[in-house]
């Protein structure tokens, strides 16, 4: 029998039993049983896929030219775009609408309960003990109230009279220097950090200048705002006029006797014996 064209060649490898096929003459086939040879057609094919231009590397899309749409303006007053011709009659002015009336709804015959009376549990049993400790409840309150605005109108009445601190002056003939009627003693009192001191200008003269200072201090509340006065006479009953100072405290007025010993004014001692 002919060797077959479709069988590839064998070749002889010299060795016996064994035989392997050539790689270099083995053929492919396609699907629809065609072997691996070029034909026209595909020659042709690949004419037409190289005439082709190659495709752009680019991903802008293109898009058709559509018709610019009109603004909503087109046709008012004023505007640069012309009115649209649809060929049909002008539209007719909307009016407002007028607003919705409200009909009150029918009244209807509902009967209407009225609330029970309340009963006063005090009408009629009121002790006569309960006016009479409000009304002396409203007398403690306004004698607090008249107190407080007592005290701070005295207060103000003295920093007006004594100032601050408290000082006093006045006039006196002791029989120190010479003084007389018509050259007296000049005398200042002051009320400084609790303390009455007394200061002493004999017939008025600044050269002999004394001073007496009260040997305890002002306690109490407001000490230090007291106003502290003098008074001269005699309360020993030797002829000569004392000096009596008076310290007037808000609950009550203290004093402090200087005794009259002819040219100045000394501390008194247990063997004086005191008339005020």
């Not at 005439?51 to 303006?73: K, W």
């Not at 009279?161 to 050259?183: F, M």
């Amino acid at each position: 029998m002919g060797r077959s064209a479709d069988q590839p060649q064998k070749r002889n490898t010299g060795t016996t039993g064994t035989k392997r096929s050539d790689p270099s003459l083995v053929t492919f086939s396609d699907k629809n049983g065609r072997d691996g040879r070029e034909t026209e057609d595909d020659m042709l094919l690949d004419d037409e896929l190289a005439s082709d231009p190659p495709r752009p590397h680019t991903t802008a899309i293109r898009r058709a030219t559509l018709p610019v749409p009109r603004p909503p303006t087109a046709g008012l007053p004023g505007s640069p775009v012309p009115p649209r011709r649809t060929g049909g009659q002008p539209r007719q002015p909307i009016s407002p609408q007028a607003p919705p009336i409200n009909i009150p709804p029918a009244a209807r015959n509902i009967p209407r309960t009225q609330a029970a009376p309340v009963n006063d549990i005090f009408k009629g049993k009121v002790h006569w003990l309960l006016p009479v400790g409000i009304g002396m409840i409203a007398m403690l309150v306004l004698w607090e109230l008249g107190s407080l605005a007592l005290a701070w109108g005295m207060q103000r009445y003295d920093d007006i009279r004594y100032g601050i601190p408290r000082t006093y002056q006045t006039d006196a003939v002791v029989g120190h220097g010479g003084d007389s009627a018509q050259r007296p003693s000049h005398f200042i009192a002051v009320n400084l950090n609790r303390q009455a001191i007394v200061v002493e200008f004999p017939a008025g003269s600044q050269s002999g200048a004394l001073s007496y200072v009260v040997p305890y201090y002002i306690l109490g509340p407001g000490g230090d705002l007291t106003p502290i006065t003098l008074e001269f006479r005699d309360v020993t009953s030797d002829g000569k006029p004392d000096m009596i100072i008076h310290m007037h405290l808000p609950s009550q007025d203290q004093t402090y006797v200087f005794i009259n010993a002819g040219t100045k004014f000394r501390a008194p001692t247990a063997k004086d014996i005191i008339h005020l």
